[in-house]
């Protein structure tokens, strides 16, 4: 039997993204909505899906914690053994994405 979400969906029309207001650096639009989630109680915002891709081309992604936002990238901790460690020894390209379901009032 199948599982039907379609009357689940929230609107998302409320905040926009506004180019004149972004800050030059991505890292601070980033922290920005970090601490916008923070303020609002978002579970665990910090918890990235992280997607990487070794040389058998076949991806993988999970979760990991993000542990700081610098000034040139983000940091999480991890294994170099791990299968993710080893997919991004092969392969330095991955990406993060982070879900903040942040109120817009
Ligand atoms: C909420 C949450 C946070 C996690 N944080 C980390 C983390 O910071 N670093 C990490 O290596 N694994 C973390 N894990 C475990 C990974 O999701 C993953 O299962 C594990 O690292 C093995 O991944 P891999 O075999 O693809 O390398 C976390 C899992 C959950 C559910």
Redesign the pocket.
């Known amino acids: 039997m199948s599982m039907d979400f379609t009357d689940q969906r929230l609107s998302y029309e409320k905040g926009e993204l506004d180019q004149q207001s972004v800050p030059t650096s991505p890292f601070e639009l980033f922290k920005a909505w970090m601490n916008e989630a923070l303020a609002q109680k978002v579970q ?1 915002p910090y ?1 990235m899906s992280l997607a ?1 891709c070794g040389t058998d081309n076949k991806p ?1 992604v ?4 993000l ?1 700081e936002i610098t000034e040139t990238g983000i940091v ?4 170099y053994e ?6 991004i020894a092969e392969n330095p390209n991955a990406e993060a994405l982070f879900f903040l379901s942040l109120i817009h009032i």
């Open positions: 665990e918890a990487t993988s999970r979760i990991v914690l542990r999480f901790y991890t294994n791990s299968a993710k460690g080893q997919d």
